[in-house]
């Protein structure tokens, strides 16, 4: 291997002068030919100050050199014993993918020029070389390898633009989730204040809800839906005189009336807001009953939505299970056996097969769980992962 710095030819000064303004440093170039004189007429044309030139008598060497040194381009003659120029040129796109690469062939070689430029050369030059071609192909070669690991920089770079930016916006959606989630804790929270009898109900009946709805195999979607409309399918008693809500006796007819009206006061007050609108027909239809004796449309059987159907259940099993001012709490099993008894009249009876077949000591689980949760602070109940609805899914 011969470093050489040879003065350069008139013919090609002009042509070098001008990639040495193109290039603050000099462009450092491996020629590789098993000819001796076409490595030193090569070494001459490529040469200080635009131009540092190494050579290499075979593609063996040349590889070897590309290991232990840096190069900007490599100038190889197709026909060489051992490493041929074309196993060169493929070995070197492997290795380096922008380093500009030309190969030398003979008059009669010109189509093995051409198929190597379709293997990855950047330009072929035909024996006998002449400076000029030589240093305005390199020139033109090494432009085009400069551009080639521009753009990718920039594909890199937009690359994590992108992802920085995905980030922020995953951010931005997660903070608002969060304020979706303080909403609808807020909505949860007056429900409560206006029936502090049934404090905690909503809560259950949306934990209630989900396990059944994950036995049937709900996506993550579904369960986020459902959890919401569970969550708030009372908030229509907000419209409801107190008068009638907290009546510690039974209703007339006129006040049940009235009460009845508040599926279709929460659907009036969900529907319209984006994050709820998909929830609004659980709010609207959880009083319905599987043998058309619900309310307030009086729907029958498939014609009530899954989600209420599933609510159904989960409402009636929390409000056995809960104390009232008129009655006390019953057992998870008497709950059990009441909601087998009206299944196909009340309740869809695929729906309270699902119920059935979850073991029993799941459902006072949850409700412990959540009257310990109803025990935090404030601040710990906003903070808590147990209490997050969002977009999201509450965990188990």
Known sequence: MIPTDQVLPTEAKAT????????????????????????????????????????????????????????????????????????LLTEVRRRHPYMAFLVTTGVDDVDVGVQAMRCGADDYLVKPLRESAVVASLESALHKRQLEKQVENYRQHLEEMVAERTQQLQAAFQQIERSYEDTLQALGAAIDLRDHETAGHSQRVCRY????????????????????????????????????????GPLTADERRLMQRHVQIGFDLVKDIPFLADVAEIVLTHHERSDGGGYP???????????????????????????????????????????????GSQFDPHVVSVFLNIPEETWPTIARNQRQIAALSPQLRRTTSLLRLGLGVLPR
Do not use: N
């Open 16 to 87: 070098t002068d001008k990639v040495l303004s193109d290039h603050e440093t000099e462009t450092l170039v491996l020629v590789v030919d098993d000819d001796a004189a076409a490595c030193k007429l090569l070494s001459i044309i490529l040469s200080a100050p635009a131009f540092r030139c190494t050579t290499a008598c075979s593609g063996e060497e040349a590889l070897a050199a590309l290991q232990r040194e840096r190069f900007d381009a490599v100038v190889s003659d197709l026909h060489m014993p051992g490493i041929s120029g074309m196993e």
């Open 209 to 248: 809800s989900l396990e059944i709805a994950r036995a049937m195999g709900w996506s993550d979607k579904q369960l986020g839906s459902l959890a919401r409309g569970a969550y708030l399918h009372d908030i229509g008693k907000l419209g409801i005189p107190d008068g009638i809500l907290l009546k510690p």
């Open 297 to 343: 449309r009086g729907l029958k059987g498939e014609e009530i939505l899954l989600g209420a159907r599933i609510f159904a259940v989960a409402d009636t099993l929390d409000a056995i299970t809960s104390d009232r001012p008129y009655r006390r709490a019953s057992s998870f099993e008497s709950a059990r056996e009441t909601i087998r008894h009206l299944s």
